[in-house]
Structure formats: structure tokens, C-alpha cells
């Protein structure tokens, strides 16, 4: 017979031993997978807690299934994926082929008839969007991880109710927790007065967090007006000059990209399946979810021949696609890798491609803020400097304040921009969104407002680094451990 004090060490038994062998099964990775079953082993009753509300990546079968429908069905009726893939000849090995193997995974085709202009400054960005909402004859589509509504983004909302009033239908989707100021201000019912639909996207709650996992983000930025102009880029809905003032990290550093042409057509496939796998006709039955197709946008091609190819990633797609794809973009750099990102916290994978490439006598370089919002953030980031220094990786600490921009530039040719961090958060938990940009154009336009940082940043020597103090080490390590689970 068995002691009463035996059964909850045996129940905590079968309860890890049961989720092991679900994370065993879910072939995570390697370091990923140990973290969990260490964890939930060490901590009989949060351990499994956790796990339920933060283990999983799926956002559940149905949005997996569904929204690789909605998307194909959104590229067949807007030519997306019929669009030539000749372009991918024009690229050099690897990437060519790279290319194509995107293209297969995603429906997103390499797309050649586009317009862009790259936009650094919060005002410009603000004033361009109001002004392309102000001129929008059908449909404007925002979505946004935040949306701060203060400041100057109150211009950009007040275009919305006016387009809105004007009979244009507008719809914007905002992630549940980033854009928490928004939903808790007046403009959401300010806004659906007018007829704007509003939607949360991944809302969080108690309920929910039992069904699925909470901490899931929606982390894109996008709008698009009439399939005629999209904006997307690192930048939220916010007014810099505002927003999280009291973090004392300065201004927040973005870049925006303003896009004619065919990649609008590409973009709106994406905000589609979002905007229908969360709006008001999310729980209707599947034919509700395929609407017609606006009608066809009836202004010409740009004639400039930009290559770019979109990579949506996230938890709702089947591969990890984002992650793979920056792997081997790093591996394959033959002279020069140039990083900007906020959050950098590498899995082994990302940091050996990088070690490897310095090594190998590639001019790799890190651009990070020197401060950022969340300590924890701060520490993981750190705890992979030392190796990165003693591989040759050159380290620059921006000074200006937040930099937010994420780009990675490989060689003179190829560039990834858009929402993506270099971290596993962004790799597999969060819904991003990026932009692969083929040639030495757009290459150079990114380099160079890559260079405006680096002019503003200090560069991390092995000497000072070796420095630091002992409880800055103790947290890096600490939180080193923790990466995988971050």
C-alpha cells in the first residue's frame, strides 16, 4: 500500500514524466528541450504550470490549418503566387536557390515591380502615413504590436475616422498586451462610432491562458491603403517623443519602409488572414472566412525593378522559416554581415554562424542599444559578448537612444528588414514580419542608415568588456541559462 506522503512525489512524477514525453515528442531544441524537463523536474508545481502556459508554440491546429488556406486562397486571387520567379535567377548562390525554397514554403514568390523609400524620422513617418490614409479611396488596414495613442499618433487616428466618415473601411488590428494604452483609452469607441472595426489580436486572459499560450504576440507593423501603398517596417504606433519616457532610455530609433507596387498585393495577404482568423467573423463557420477580393488596385506598376520576396513568420506557420533563413544567410557570407537589432539573444546555432564567419575573416558586425527597456533583456543580451569578442565579432553600443531597427545585411546584395529581433522569441514565438530585399540598392540604402548609427556608438573592446563587474557576469550567466525559455 502506498504512503500517504508517497502520492504527491508520485504524482509529480507522472506529471513530468507526461509533459517529457510531450517534449520529447514536439522535437524542440536540443537546448531548448533540456531547459524545459530540467524545469519541470526542479519545480514539482510551477514547473508544469509553466509549461502549460508558456511551453507551447502552437497557437492551436484550427489558426495553423485555416490560415495557410486563407493565405493561398488571398495569393491565387490577388496573382501572388503566380508572379514569375525568374528574378531568383538573377541572385547569386545560395540565395538563389534560397530563394525558391521560400517561395515553396510560403506562397511568396521573389516580387520585382516595386517602389519603396526608406524612412528614418518618427514625424516624417507619422505625417506620410496620415497623408496616404487621407488620400485612401476604399479600404485602410493598420495592424500594429503597439499603439500609443498620444502625441503626433493622434494625427494618424484622426485620418482614420475621417476616411472612415468619407465611407472608406477601415479596420485595425492591435496586439491585446502591446497596444494595452490604446484599448484602455477613448479611441476605441471614438473609432468604432465612425464604423472602424477594431480588433484584439491574441487577447489575453485568465481563460484563455488555460486553452493556449498567453504570452504569444502578435509583433508585426503594417498598414496598407487601398493595395495601393503599405507601410512596414521596426516601427510602432507611436510618437518617440512620448512614449516610455519614464524607462529613461531615450528616444525609440525605427525604420519604416513606404512600398508601391506588387509587394502591397503580397502584404495584403497577410494582414487578410490575420484580420479574418481574429474579426468579428472568427467564429463563424470556414466559408466565412473567404471574402471576395477587393477590387483590383487601378494604379500602375511602378517600372523600377526592386527584388523583394516576403517572409511572414510566427507560431502560425508550419517551419520556422525566418530562423532558417538567417542561419544560412550567416553561414553563407562571404565578406561582410552587418546586424542591428535590439534584443540579441542568439541560440547556439545563430552564434556559432557568427563566430564561424568572423573567424573565417568576415567582416561580421553588432549594432545594439547600450540601453534597453527590460533588465532581463539587458543581461541575456550581454551574455554572449564575450565569445562573439574573442571570435572577432565587432560589437557597437548606440548611444542615441533606443535603437529599435532590425536589419541583417549579408554581403554587398542581400538584406533581411522588417519586425524580426535576433532572438528565439522572435525566431518561433511572435508573429513578424519581414522583407527580403535582393540586390546592391537596397543593400546600400540600409547601410548607410546603419552607418548614421554606428557614428553615434561606442565599439565594445575585449579589454573593457573583461571589466564589467561581478554581479553583471553572475546575471549574464544566470539569464544565459534562462535564454531558451525567454
Not at 419 to 439: A, K, P
Request: aromatic content about 8%; glycine content about 6%; overall charge positive.
Amino acid at each position: 500500500m502506498i504512503a500517504s506522503d508517497s502520492v504527491p512525489f508520485l504524482l509529480h512524477i507522472a506529471v513530468a514524466s507526461l509533459l517529457t514525453l510531450r517534449i520529447l515528442y514536439r522535437k524542440l531544441p536540443v537546448n531548448t528541450a533540456l531547459a524545459w524537463i530540467v524545469l519541470l523536474i526542479a519545480m514539482p508545481i510551477a514547473g508544469p504550470v509553466l509549461y502549460l502556459l508558456f511551453g507551447d508554440h502552437s497557437l492551436g491546429q484550427r489558426r495553423l490549418k485555416l490560415g495557410q488556406r486563407i493565405r493561398s486562397y488571398y495569393q491565387t486571387a490577388y496573382s501572388v503566387a503566380r508572379r514569375d520567379m525568374g528574378g531568383a535567377q538573377q541572385i547569386q548562390a545560395p540565395f538563389g536557390a534560397l530563394a525558391e525554397s521560400l517561395a515553396r514554403d510560403s506562397g511568396f514568390p521573389i516580387l520585382a515591380r516595386n517602389r519603396q523609400k526608406i524612412m528614418t524620422d518618427a514625424g516624417e513617418i507619422l505625417t506620410s502615413m496620415g497623408l496616404d490614409i487621407d488620400r485612401a479611396r476604399t479600404e485602410c488596414c493598420l495592424e500594429f504590436y503597439i499603439i500609443d495613442p498620444n502625441g503626433r499618433v493622434e494625427a494618424v487616428l484622426n485620418a482614420v475616422l475621417r476616411a472612415a466618415a468619407r465611407g472608406v473601411a477601415c479596420k485595425i488590428l492591435a496586439d491585446d498586451y502591446g497596444a494595452k494604452a490604446f484599448f484602455r483609452s477613448n479611441w476605441p469607441q471614438r473609432l468604432r462610432a465612425e464604423g472602424v472595426v477594431v480588433v484584439r489580436s491574441l487577447p489575453v486572459s485568465l481563460l484563455k491562458s488555460v486553452s493556449k499560450r498567453s504570452d504569444l504576440r502578435n509583433h508585426r507593423k503594417l498598414l496598407i491603403c487601398d493595395r495601393s501603398v503599405a507601410y512596414t517596417g521596426s516601427f510602432n504606433l507611436i510618437d518617440p517623443h512620448v512614449f516610455k519616457i519614464a524607462s529613461q532610455v531615450g528616444e525609440w530609433i525605427d525604420v519604416m519602409m513606404r512600398i508601391e507596387g506588387e509587394m502591397v498585393d503580397a502584404l495584403a495577404c497577410v494582414f487578410n488572414s490575420d484580420y479574418l482568423l481574429e474579426g468579428p467573423q472568427a467564429d463563424a463557420g470556414e466559408a466565412a472566412l473567404y471574402g471576395p477580393p477587393l477590387e483590383p488596385c487601378k494604379d500602375p506598376l511602378p517600372p523600377e525593378a526592386v527584388l523583394m520576396q516576403l517572409l511572414p513568420s510566427g507560431p502560425e506557420m508550419a517551419a520556422s522559416t525566418i530562423y532558417e533563413f538567417i542561419v544560412a544567410a550567416i553561414f553563407n557570407a562571404r565578406r561582410r554581415v552587418r546586424i542591428v537589432t535590439p534584443y540579441f539573444i542568439p541560440d547556439q546555432a545563430v552564434a556559432l554562424a557568427l563566430r564561424s564567419a568572423a573567424k573565417r575573416g568576415v567582416d561580421v558586425q553588432l549594432i545594439v542599444p547600450i540601453r534597453l527597456d527590460t533588465w532581463i533583456g539587458q543581461y541575456a543580451s550581454q551574455s554572449s559578448y564575450a565569445e562573439l569578442l574573442a571570435a572577432g565579432v565587432v560589437i557597437y553600443r548606440f548611444a542615441g537612444g533606443l535603437l529599435h531597427t532590425k536589419a541583417v545585411l549579408i554581403d554587398e546584395d542581400i538584406s533581411l528588414f522588417g519586425t524580426v529581433n535576433m532572438d528565439l522569441r522572435s525566431f518561433y514565438l511572435n508573429l513578424e514580419l519581414s522583407l527580403i530585399l535582393y540586390g546592391s540598392q537596397m543593400n546600400s540604402e540600409l547601410g548607410a542608415v546603419l552607418d548614421t548609427y554606428v557614428s553615434r556608438s561606442t565599439v565594445v573592446t575585449q579589454d573593457a568588456w573583461s571589466a564589467r563587474g561581478r554581479i553583471a557576469r553572475l546575471l549574464e550567466n544566470l539569464l544565459r541559462l534562462a535564454s531558451p525559455l525567454l
